[in-house]
């Protein structure tokens, strides 16, 4: 399984992109090939962990954002999240194994990975996180913002997407968002679909994964 893992991260390195997109685990981007090393490793460090755990629940959501994936190279996490954990939470910190890819002091917060993981620990979920499009979508010229991924960069994820739901033996696939969840139409998985939480849907995110906890899980 180790080996297959592995594979599948280099299968993203290597997978070429379309414009105004970037592959954080990439070889070609010399300016951040330490950074993008170190996004490699926490993402294989994060994927051989739940290979531990043992997930019967993935969360798929729409793409990295630039202040989230984007930067750990670990679906809905933040810098702050990756390094520091969370109270409760027995999966990141650098005790674990993850580095900071940015080499910057500060350490970015994100909403989004926040709310997340909040709500599974407070539902007792434990979930493999994942995006519809593995890479971050941005505005053309500006590398510091997000935008909705297109159709044709949908049909990009979905072999990585659908890998990720047999290597782990996904029972259950919960959709972040509208873009998550035509995917997983598309691809005929079923699924449940929450409110993505941010601009306003914490709380229908909360209610939605309390929800599949209390008839689901």
């Not at 070429?16 to 970037?22: I, K, L, M």
């Not at 993402?43 to 729409?62: D, N, S």
């Not at 970015?108 to 890479?135: G, Q, R, S």
Request: overall charge positive.
């Amino acid at each position: 399984m180790t080996n297959r893992l592995e594979n599948f991260v280099e299968k993203l390195a290597i997978t070429e992109v379309t414009p105004n997109v970037y592959n954080q685990y990439n070889y070609k981007d010399r300016a951040e090939s330490k950074e993008n090393a170190i996004r490699r490793n926490n993402l294989l460090v994060y994927l051989k962990m739940m290979q531990k755990l043992k997930p019967q629940v993935m969360l798929v959501g729409e793409a990295p954002g630039y202040r989230g994936c984007r930067l750990t190279g670990v679906p809905f996490t933040s810098e702050h999240l990756l390094m520091n954990n969370m109270k409760g939470l027995c999966l990141f910190g650098k005790e674990a194994g993850f580095m900071q890819a940015s080499g910057k002091e500060k350490l970015l917060k994100e909403a989004t990975a926040t709310i997340i993981w909040e709500t599974l620990l407070k539902y007792d979920v434990l979930a493999l996180a994942w995006n519809a499009f593995p890479f971050h979508p941005h505005k053309d010229g500006k590398a510091e913002t997000n935008r909705t991924p297109t159709k044709a960069e949908l049909i990009i994820g979905e072999k990585a997407l659908m890998e990720m739901i047999d290597m782990f033996h996904i029972n259950q696939v919960v959709a972040v968002g509208n873009k998550a969840e035509q995917s997983l139409r598309k691809l005929n998985i079923s699924a449940c679909k929450v409110r993505h939480p941010a601009q306003g849907g914490k709380e229908q995110f909360v209610e939605g994964i309390r929800q599949i906890k209390e008839i689901l899980l």
